[in-house]
């Protein structure tokens, strides 16, 4: 018999879930003083299309921003739409997270304009609000579906930044990360289907 209490020695999903997003944001600030105590040579570390020396630059491009406007801009939504997500647990986190960050970096590097440097958490962002769109329509789960519903009305708005608008704007890192996070939900819940996953007995099975 399950009492839904949490086993001892173990931190609440919501706990685990803020420290580990908020750790990632404020690695993102870390790295922003960084580059200004740097005057910004680590911006140029970005994603370049098409050139083989830009290919590093998907691993980087991420964790980049083009100074703390842009990166202020990109904190609340990292931070609500990777704490929803990291509700199903850090390795969940962790997969969509991954693909989203392989996808959006190389149609970026394949479609960007030439002589332009890609940067900015944004490409994860519109990724991670995809994900938790759509996740319901692979899971079944109604709580999924009612939360992808939920997010849609509030940050479906951010989905126009994926058509080519105002200059400067990485359009193409908003695409490829959209459809980062859509593969991501289809693949990584399809496997969890397949592996026929129970929730642990010791807690109550969370809508997320």
Avoid: C
């Amino acid at each position: 018999m399950s009492t839904g209490q949490q086993p001892v020695g173990q931190a609440p999903r919501a706990v685990v879930a803020g420290t580990t997003i908020g750790g990632f944001v404020a690695l993102l600030y870390v790295i922003e003083f960084v580059d200004m105590l740097l005057d910004n040579r680590l911006d140029a570390e970005g994603i370049h299309p098409r050139e083989s020396e830009g290919l590093p630059g998907i691993l980087f491009a991420p964790l980049l921003h083009g100074g703390w406007g842009h990166l202020v801009a990109n904190t609340l939504p990292a931070l609500v739409l990777g704490f929803l997500i990291l509700l199903s647990g850090v390795r969940t986190w962790l997969g969509v997270t991954v693909v989203v960050w392989i996808i959006g970096g190389f149609g970026t590097w394949l479609t960007g304009g030439d002589n332009s440097v890609h940067i900015g958490a944004s490409g994860l962002i519109f990724g991670w609000l995809t994900y938790l769109i759509v996740r319901g329509v692979f899971s079944h789960k109604v709580g999924q579906i009612l939360l992808g519903v939920v997010i849609l009305v509030m940050y479906g708005g951010l989905l126009w930044g994926v058509l080519p608008g105002q200059e400067g704007i990485s359009w193409q890192g908003h695409l490829f990360g959209a459809i980062g996070g859509v593969l991501a939900a289809a693949l990584l819940t399809d496997r969890a289907n397949r592996a026929g996953r129970e929730p642990e007995p010791s807690r109550p099975e969370l809508p997320f």
